[in-house]
Structures are given as C-alpha cells and as structure tokens.
C-alpha cells in the first residue's frame, strides 16, 4: 500500500504556504507563493482575497506534484490561517466585494471612542483595538454601498480566511472553527457562539455570519474521499504544532508578527496585565483549551520594512549579516509600533520612533536595533504572562521563519535571561493544523501519539550580562514612551 | 545577424546587454533598439542576469543597472544566512529521517564556516556550534566543498593538511583520490578523519548553473554511520543526497 499523508495549508499573513507532511510529522514537500501587500493609504492594510484563493489551488497541486503523489494519498486537509482578517464575499457569485482587510489595518481607530472596553473584555476576552474583526466588517457595511441591507437578506456572507477557504474549496460550506471565531470580538468567550449583544453594537447582522466548529473534526471534501479536518488561527496551530497541551505549556511564533500563546487549561485566565483571553484549540466535541496570549503586531514585517522600504538588504536573512557587522546597538532604539503597539501596551494610536541617533550610528546598528526591537517586545510580553499567570517562564519554545536567525534567538535568549529552544519544525503552523486534521480522521491516535514527534533541533543560552540587560532595558522602556509621547497631539 | 557556429549566443547577447548598462541605466526597450533584438528577448536575457545577480531593476523607474553580483564576483553570491533560511526546513527534515545530527558548511577563508547545525533528535544534551570552523580535508562537508573548488585545495594544500587522527589525509595526493571520488559519486564521506570514533556524509548544495554554495551532512559515531566494513550507509546516503537536491531545487528556482 503506497504511504499516507496529510496536508497542510498556513494562510499567512505574507504568504501562503501548502506542506506534506507523513506520519513522523517530517515535511515531505513544501512550497510556498507571496501574495501582494496593499497600503491604499497611510494605516491601511488590504488582501485580494480572490488571489489568494487562485494561490492556495495552485499550491495544492504542486505540493503533491513535487512529493509525487495524487489526492488519493491525502489522508486529510489541515488549514491555519492569519487571524482576524476580514473577508466578505456575495455568496451566489463568490466574489469578494470589497479588497480583504487585513487585522494589522488601523482605519477604524475612530470607531473605538464610543465602545465599552471592559463590557468587551468581560465577554470576549479582548482588548478593545482595531486589529479584531468587528469594526473592520462594520466599516465594510457602513462603506460600501448597498452592503448591510444584503447582508440582511443573506446575500453576501462574511469569513476570516479560514471560512474563505473551505467555502471555495468544499464549494460553498460557511463554516469557522472557534478559535478563529474568538478572534472576531463577536463571540462570548464562555458559551462559544455568536453574541447577540456584540452583534447589536456592532450593528452586524447574524446571516452573514459562519457557523462555529471545533478545531479537530470533518468539515467536508476538498477533493473526493479528501476531508478537510483541521481548522486553526494560526498562532493556535502553532501552539498545537509546538504540542503545548498541558497548562503552562508555552510557545512563541516569529513571522509577519509575533504572538505568545500559553495554554491555561479549560477555564479561561483573564489578564490583568493587557493579554489576551483566547481559544487555544477545541478537539472535536472534547473540552477547549483556553490560551493567554501576547500579541506584537511587528517583527518580521519590520525586517520586511528594511528590506523593501529602506532597500537597506536584499533578503530579510541579510538583517542578520548586516547587524553582524557591529557589536551593539550603538545607543540606538527601535519602537516599531507601525499600526499601534499591541501586548501589553494596546496603544493604538502610537506610531514607531527610532532614538538615540548620532552621526556614529551606521546601517549596521539599525540592523541590530531592528532585531533587538523583537527582542524587548518578547521580553515586554513574557513579563505581562509571568505576572499574570504567577510562574516564571523557565524556557521559551519558538518557531516561525525569524527562527532561522541566530543573531536573533540568541538576543532574545540574552533579554529574557532563559533559554531558546527551536523544535525540530519550524513550520509549526503547518504542524498543528496538520495534528488537528490527521486527528480528526484517526492518522495519528491521540495527543500523546503527537508528542513522540517532538525534538529539539536547536538550543540558545543566555550570556548578557545581568547589569547591561538592566540598563538596555530600561532604555526600551523610555524609547516605547517616547513612541506613545509622540502619537499624544496637544 | 551574424553569428559564429559553435559559440552560444545568447551568452554573446548577454554580454552586450552588460556593456550597455555599464555605460547606464536602460529601460528594456531601450535596450532590445540598442541591440536589434526583439523586446521579448531582451527581456528574457534581463530577466535571467536578473536572476544570477548580474543585473537589477528599479522598481520605481522600471530601468535596468548592473547588479551587485557582478561586484561581488569572487563570491559565490549567496550570503550565508540566506543559505541557512533556505535550507533550514530540509536540514530538520534530514535530521528527522536520519536521525543524526545535521550540518550545513560554507568555505570561507580556508575554513569550512558552520551556518546551520540541527540537533540529532533523540533530546540529549547538545549545544549548537553554527559559527564554527572546521578543517575542510578531514571533514565531510569539507571534502565536499573542496571537490568542486580547485583553488581552495591549493590553499588547503598550501596551509598544510594538518593530521587530526591516524586517519586524516595528510598527503595531497590521497585528498586528490578522495575528492575525485568524492565528485564521480556526488557525495563525502569522513571516517575518523577528524575525531576517532565519528563519521560524516555530505553533499553539495547547489546554486543555478550548478555552482557548489554550500554542503549538507549528517555526522555521528563510526557505527551508525557505517556498516561493519566502514562503507557509508546507503540509506542515510540518499537521505543526505535527497536532502542536498531539494534545497538545490529551491536555490535554482528562484
Ligand atoms: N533571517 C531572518 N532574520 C530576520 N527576519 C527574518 C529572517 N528570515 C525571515 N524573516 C522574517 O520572517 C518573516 C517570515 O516568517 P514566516 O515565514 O514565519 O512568516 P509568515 O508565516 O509569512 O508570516 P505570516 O504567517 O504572518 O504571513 C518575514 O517577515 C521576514 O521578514
Ligand atoms: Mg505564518
């Protein structure tokens, strides 16, 4: 009998990407295309979702062409997706109305004024932002014409690329998993299901929503006799990919943004320290398991910034080669809080500085600072998670494409004073929504079947001395309040 | 347009196209006129100097100009951390499926530069020496690199090949045996030529044209490495040389 595999779709932010993956959750064929950034205008964000689709059929066909194999070897299909994003399309021609609106777009900063955070928080377990989904299908209904009364009548349908997806390719299922949904700021944390109370203040009519599932179980076919099972956020794939399944059990993923998740158990940890309360997964009909999260809405984008809005590199790899060229930041400081500063800030109005310049500062000195800016914003997250859970994060697991960087992994060791430990995949998006469909269909058997597949493939000490890392993160701290002083007009 | 039997043309294409943008920054129309090529042509040798690093397109004015590869020509154009971002999810597939320790090496300055080291996964106790140097003619990845680089066996020669263990190839006549074999198979092999007791295999990554940027290994202890007559193992062979081909795939294709 010719061997079985599943296959994974990670929806990104920047990219998408399709793997295989056999048994020993080892990648078997990976390929991966860029999709196009749209800044319309200053704070804008946008997708083309249609793109993005075409992308994603393309990228299944040659994943399987370069593994050599037919759909009859997919066991199933596992999808993680960029969260939040907002998709609306007209449901009889499946056409987008509107240019997809990504979670990092600021433009509904005005409609947060009016709005009762702690009601919010109490219900959702998020902070009142923009980078949720709510305001941003609010602002397509108010600004596209003709938009809420159709959606009234259930003619267009709204979905974050999750939903997107499995609606294209189960042709015309409206579905989402919960951890997705949570993500959306309309649904109430405690029962699972749309809120109609959120929906009210939203003014977001219940038709054009997606139904909500778990995370682990059959949805429908993509091809015939080939499941899609698994559905996950992808910072939630991640921490299922890292097999975070005991509480404590924490992970950090570094790709557009980056986003530290740490499993609570069955009963949500509510933040007093500005994290998250969030779905890390549900299996099937099984409990959930809830996540404390600590989101940074810059790191690799930042590096991407260098890279094709300054033209300092070619490649983001060649942040590490140029930050090589010096041994310190030279006094200068990155806040690179380009759409606000997330966790534990939650400054949506803030927008980046770079101090501490002189003329001794080269183009090598803005790499290391750009990479350090990773570095404290961890550190800054981590510190909220450890007040707030009461324990002291003695390692941090990380993945994500920044992983590739040792300068990087190294700095981060050295600001947080614990160990960097890179499993074995660092595709651990792919990872966990591959676990959640491969469980779905009995691939793998169980959670522990899953935990036999995690090694560590790299291992980062810390070695800053305790008085610099004192005295450089205090200089952090006065660069973030000088990102927060400038946004403040008089 | 005349054209000598026996010579490639579209290289002699290629290099009026460099001639013109040493003098300048060309739109490709511009450039198809000043050669008597159609656009289409023109664009295609452009988007292939493109490609090697020869040239570059701004992306504001759409003009064409030399690219940084032709002023870094005595590299080999790949910048090292690039290498490692490349190959990193092969390199832990490697380790996976081997289930032994997996290096990625670059010669640099004589040396063999570590740029990427993954943990056997078996979670011991290991520590990460991405950055290190190593001996090019007693280690695998070495002798793999050294193969396809006739000057940098000059260099090791004249450096003096210095003896780790009984078995390190210390005389350049043996290395030259080894690396001729090494290029007839497509693979390395290290047995206690650095450490007693460790063996290593490796296989040369490769960029377009075939040029050799790197090379991909496995290493561990003699016995797991080797059968009982020290011959490498044929089925960590085709891993490491599966392994080399898929990241050779991916810096060819893009
Ligand atoms: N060597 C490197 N050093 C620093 N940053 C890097 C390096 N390599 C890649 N990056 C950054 O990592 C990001 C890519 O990581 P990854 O592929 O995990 O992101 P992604 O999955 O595309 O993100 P998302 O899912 O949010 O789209 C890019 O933003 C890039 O700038
Ligand atoms: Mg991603």
Same mark, same amino acid.
Request: some cysteine; overall charge neutral.
């Given at each position: ?30 390929v ?22 075409r ?37 009889a ?5 509107a240019?997809?609106?990504v ?15 702690? +009601?919010?928080r #109490? ?56 951890t ?21 203040? +939203? ?5 054009? @929503? ?6 682990? #179980?059959v949805?429908?076919e993509? +091809? ?5 099972a ?46 998250i ?8 009909s099984?409990e ?12 690799g ?18 942040? #590490? ?16 809080? +380009?759409?606000?500063?997330y ?12 101090v ?42 990380v ?8 300068l ?7 600001f947080?004073?614990v160990?960097v ?49 004192a ?20 | ?98 289930? #032994? ?6 010669l ?32 695998? @990845? ?32 043996? @290395? ?5 074999e ?73």
């Amino acid at each position: 009998m010719s061997e079985r595999y599943v296959l994974a779709i990670d929806q990104g932010t920047t990219s998408s990407r399709c793997i295989l993956f056999d048994r020993r959750a080892t990648v078997v064929s990976v390929v991966r295309g860029e999709h196009t950034q749209s800044y319309p205008r200053p704070g804008w964000v946008e997708h083309d979702a249609a793109r993005i689709w075409r992308d994603v059929q393309r990228l299944i066909k040659r994943a399987m062409r370069e593994a050599g194999i037919g759909p009859a070897q997919v066991a199933a299909i596992g999808i993680a997706n960029q969260r939040e994003t907002v998709v609306v399309w007209d449901k009889a021609s499946g056409t987008p109305v509107a240019p997809a609106i990504v979670w990092q777009d600021t433009r509904t900063s005005s409609m947060l004024d009016g709005l009762d955070g702690s +009601f919010i928080r #109490e219900r959702t377990g998020l902070p009142l932002a923009t980078y949720f989904s709510a305001t941003k299908v609010k602002w397509l209904l108010d600004n596209v014409a003709g938009l809420r009364s159709r959606a009234a009548r259930g003619e267009v349908l709204f979905g974050t690329m999750d939903s997107w997806l499995i609606w294209n390719l189960t042709g015309g299922k409206h579905l989402t998993d919960v951890t997705n949904a949570s993500r959306t700021m309309l649904m109430d944390l405690a029962t699972l299901s749309w809120d109609p109370d959120l929906l009210d203040i +939203f003014d977001i009519p219940r038709a054009m @929503l997606p139904e909500i599932r778990s995370s682990s #179980e059959v949805y429908g076919e993509a +091809f015939p006799g080939v499941p899609i099972a698994g559905v996950l956020g992808d910072q939630q794939a991640a921490l299922f990919g890292q097999t975070c399944f005991a509480p404590g059990d924490t992970k950090c993923t570094y790709g557009t943004g980056g986003f530290l998740l740490m499993n609570t158990g069955s009963a949500p940890v509510r933040s007093s320290h500005g994290l998250i309360t969030t779905v890390g997964y549900q299996i099937g009909s099984g409990e959930v398991a809830y996540a404390l999260e600590g989101s940074i809405a810059i790191a690799g984008s930042l590096v991407q910034w260098v890279r094709d809005g300054l033209g300092l590199i070619g490649t983001a790899s060649e942040i #590490e080669t140029l930050a090589g060229t010096v041994g310190d930041n030279g006094g200068c400081y990155i806040v690179p809080a +380009f759409s606000g500063l997330y966790a534990p800030y939650w400054e949506s109005e803030a927008r980046g500085v770079i101090v501490g310049l002189t003329s001794y500062i080269t183009k090598g000195h803005l790499a290391r600072a750009v990479l350090e800016a990773t570095g404290w914003q961890t550190r800054d997250v981590v510190d909220a998670m450890n007040a707030d859970s009461g324990l002291a994060l003695t390692a941090l697991n990380v993945d994500g494409g920044m992983t590739a960087d040792n300068l990087l992994m190294q700095i981060i060791a050295d600001f947080l004073d614990v160990p960097v430990v890179r499993p074995m995949v660092a595709e651990t998006v792919s990872v966990g929504a591959a676990y959640a469909a491969g469980l779905a269909v009995g691939y793998w058997s169980d959670l522990r079947d899953l935990q036999h597949n995690r090694h560590s493939a790299g291992r980062w000490r810390p070695g800053m001395d305790a008085d610099r890392r004192a005295f450089e993160h205090a200089n952090w701290k006065r660069a973030v309040e000088s990102a927060v002083f400038f946004s403040r007009r008089p | 347009m005349s054209h000598v039997p026996g010579l490639i043309q579209s290289i002699e294409r290629s290099s009026a196209v460099l001639r013109l943008l040493a003098a300048g920054r060309l739109r490709v129309k511009e450039i198809a006129d000043a050669l008597d090529l159609p656009k289409s042509t023109a664009h295609s040798i452009l988007r292939t100097l493109e490609h090697v690093g020869f040239v570059e397109q701004d992306t504001r004015t759409a003009r064409y100009r030399l690219g940084r590869g032709l002023l870094e020509l005595g590299e080999d154009g790949l910048d090292l951390n690039e290498l490692r971002g490349r190959a990193l999810n092969w390199a832990d597939a490697l380790a996976a499926r081997g289930g #032994e320790e997996v290096r990625i090496g670059a010669l640099r300055d004589g040396h063999v530069v570590v740029v990427h080291h993954v943990f056997r996964p078996d979670d011991s106790v290991q520590s990460l020496d991405t950055g290190h140097l190593l001996p090019p003619h007693a280690t695998a @990845l070495g002798k793999v690199l050294l193969a396809y680089n006739a000057p940098a066996v000059e260099v090791a020669v004249r450096a003096g090949l210095e003896a780790y263990t009984r078995r390190t190839l210390t005389l350049p006549r043996d @290395l030259a045996r080894s690396l001729t074999e090494t290029r007839e198979r497509g693979w390395s092999l290290s047995v206690e030529e650095w450490e007693a007791g460790r063996a290593g295999i490796a296989a040369p990554v490769r960029s377009f044209g075939g040029l050799v940027v790197g090379a991909i290994g496995v290493s561990g202890p003699v016995e797991r490495l080797c059968d009982t007559r020290r011959q490498a193992r044929p089925a960590l062979v085709e891993h490491v040389t599966a392994t080399a081909r898929a990241i050779t795939r991916d810096l060819a294709g893009s």
